[in-house]
């Protein structure tokens, strides 16, 4: 969603911003704005604002719009309709304040309705203008004054970085649940929500908490709280370099990152695995031996992909560590005032860390007392700064709004946590090697399926006419069928239901028909036959189905064949086949595959 980019320092600014929004293009966005300070005699503020993309948006600036400082924003309209006066910055009365915001102020109506009874004038319908404008109207004498008495009134959730005329020589950012990144360059600084917007620039970073601000200038910066007290913060070195996020040789990020999978599962068990006692070690979970015989259930908390994904987790746990557990979404989990239990281990679940649904679980979770770990892929983001520990999921960076390595590396940590938790309470040693060795195998089989691509491909083509289809799957599988339904509708718009195959007679069997196809997931395992029952019912239904099993279905019309693992891994193999289907369908759609329409890679407000 939303995403901020700044700079001060000696080089020309424009530019830099630029490219810095064009990297937080694929977070999803409907407008884009730039100010500067502008350089010469004239100084004070120049901005240019564009409905649309950021090539739009540089289409639009004036000639002489040089600088070294300025702070641009990609906007997903909430308060107010995608356009040129909504889009960020926006400016106080006397076009001495810009400010950029993330976030959505709860209280922006009651300060609008006030600030209007004191005559001043809206340029826009945006909650952040009511920001721009307490700030300009602040007596205070420090900018970071000014911006700390105007956050008084502000009820709500923010990251901003905001300019001064009177202030040429810094910027000043402060963060509350959405994320600010500092980049540290040498006598330059930067600032984004997204690290993906500073790594070309810089790999050393420092990520606000909650209640922070900080003032850049061009060879320093400080940080310190909304109250004035000074906080310490060392750079940090970002784990990744450029390069990770840019599309490389692949047309698109969606086919990057599945290409990926199998390096990047074998950087998720890289350095965990202990074959000594047939278990792993997973460093960040804070969770002694003690303890994590103490719980009594396990709760996963996630959004989208990241739910199924703690779907299949919840399965490997109950399997693995006999300890009952469940999935649930985390924008549901929120509203029904759930019984909290001190036995009940929680997981948070997200590629992003900044899911606004699951934070706010999380953040609830915390309020009454609950242990919640998180299972996070961006390290350091708000998710994974707000749990009590967690493990990194470390699939490396994910661009494409559709998520595809993240859910297999998400399966794999739970598989992790499984291991580890069961290893801890009755999983016996051979069962602990057992997947062990199955974990070890999954990357050359991952490779494996990849190199199936060609034939998924024309089998993507041949279905790709369907205007609806059906995914089944039993237990194991039914998740598998859940994620490989959404993966094919976000990304080709083609609906898909999915189904537990057990469920098909008590009603969707209604919807078989040549024209609705059905992709099955069939196991080699003890549901084997109850699935090949499903395929017949279908079939004498005159349904065509597409199978991903462990050997050739005779029922199927065509079966796409992945390698065995143990069955409590199968699902992460089962799904890769699927999302290869969701692209090379989508791609013969001529779909904005990295960018679906209406999403946004991290779903920041409700
Ligand atoms: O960043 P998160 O994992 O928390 O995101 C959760 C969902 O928004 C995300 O998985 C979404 O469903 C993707 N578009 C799936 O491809």
């Keep these: 969603m939303c995403g901020i980019v700044g700079y001060i320092g000696k080089r020309d600014v424009a530019p830099l911003l630029l490219e810095g929004l064009q990297r937080l293009e694929y977070r999803g966005y409907d407008s884009a704005g730039i100010a500067i300070h502008a350089s010469g005699k004239a100084g004070g503020l120049k901005t240019a604002k564009a409905k649309g993309r950021v090539r739009e948006l540089e289409s639009r600036l004036p000639k002489r719009f040089a600088g070294t400082t300025g702070i641009a ?25 810009a400010v950029v915001h993330n976030g959505i102020i709860d209280n922006a109506a009651e300060l609008r309705a006030k600030l209007t009874a004191d005559g001043v004038e809206f340029a826009s319908e945006t909650d952040t203008e009511v920001l721009a404008h307490l700030i300009g109207r602040s007596q205070a004498e420090k900018l970071e004054e000014k911006v700390r008495d105007a956050l008084r009134h502000i009820e709500g959730t923010y990251g901003i970085a905001v300019l001064h005329s009177d202030f040429a020589d810094r910027i000043v950012v402060a963060r509350n649940g959405s994320p600010v990144v500092l980049g540290i360059g040498e006598k330059e600084m930067f600032v984004s929500s997204d690290v993906a917007a500073l790594v070309s620039h810089t790999r050393q970073v420092v990520t606000l908490d909650d209640g922070e601000m900080a003032t850049l200038k061009a060879d320093d910066y400080r940080t310190y709280t909304t ?67 103490g719980v009594r259930r396990v709760k996963i908390l996630g959004c989208g992909t990241s739910y199924h994904a703690g779907q299949i987790g919840a399965q490997m746990i109950e399997e693995l560590a006999r300890i009952p557990s ?35 679980a999380v953040q609830e979770l915390k309020r009454k007392g609950a242990r919640v770990l998180g299972l996070v892929n961006v390290v350091g983001s708000a998710i994974a700064r707000e749990t009590d520990g967690g493990i990194y999921v470390h699939a490396g960076p994910e661009v494409c709004v559709v998520s595809t390595k993240c859910f297999t ?12 938790l069961g290893r801890i309470r ?55 069928a859940r994620e490989a339904s959404l993966k094919l509708k976000e990304v080709s718009y083609i609906h898909a239901e999915a189904y537990p195959a057990s469920e098909l007679k008590h009603g969707p069997l209604a919807l078989i028909e040549p024209a609705m196809p059905t992709v099955a997931i069939v196991p080699d395992d003890d549901l084997l036959e109850k699935n090949r029952a499903a395929l017949e019912e279908i079939k004498a239904r005159s349904g065509r189905i597409l199978a991903v099993a462990h050997a050739v279905q005779q029922k199927a019309d065509h079966t796409i064949v992945v390698p065995k693992n143990e069955p409590e891994l199968d699902p992460i193999l089962m799904g890769i086949p699927l999302q290869l289907l969701a692209y090379h369908t989508a791609l013969s759609l001529g779909r904005d595959i990295d960018k679906p329409r209406n999403l946004a890679k991290s779903v920041t407000v409700e």
Excluded: C
Excluded at 92 to 97: F, N, P
Excluded at 244 to 255: E, L, Q
């Design 409 to 420: 590396n998400m399966v794999v940590s739970f598989a992790l946590l499984a291991l580890h």
């Design 326 to 360: 469940d999935a649930e979404p985390a924008s549901e989990f929120r509203y029904r005032n759930p019984v909290v239990d001190p036995d009940t281990l929680y997981v948070a679940v997200s590629q992003s860390g900044e899911t606004y649904d699951v934070l706010a």
């Design 426 to 480: 009755d999983l016996s040693v051979a069962d602990g090697k057992r997947i062990i060795d199955g974990l070890r195998r999954l990357p050359a089989q991952i490779t494996e399926i990849l190199e199936g691509e060609a034939e998924i491909k024309k089998l993507a083509e041949l279905y790709a006419d369907a205007k609806s289809m059906m995914f089944i799957g039993r237990v194991r599988g039914y998740p598998v």
């Design 73 to 97: 924003h990609t906007r997903w309209a909430t308060h107010g309709a995608p356009n040129d006066e909504n889009a960020h910055p926006h400016m106080d009365a006397e076009g001495k304040v």
């Design 227 to 293: 109250e004035g007290s000074r906080t310490t913060s060392s750079p940090e070195t970002v784990e990744y370099a450029a390069e990770s996020y840019d599309m490389g040789a692949h047309d698109t990020y969606m086919h990057k990152e599945i290409s990926e999978q199998a390096d990047a599962v074998d950087r998720a068990l890289r350095g965990r695995i202990d074959d000594r006692f047939s278990t792993v070690h997973l460093g960040g979970l804070n969770l002694d031996a003690r303890e994590a015989r």
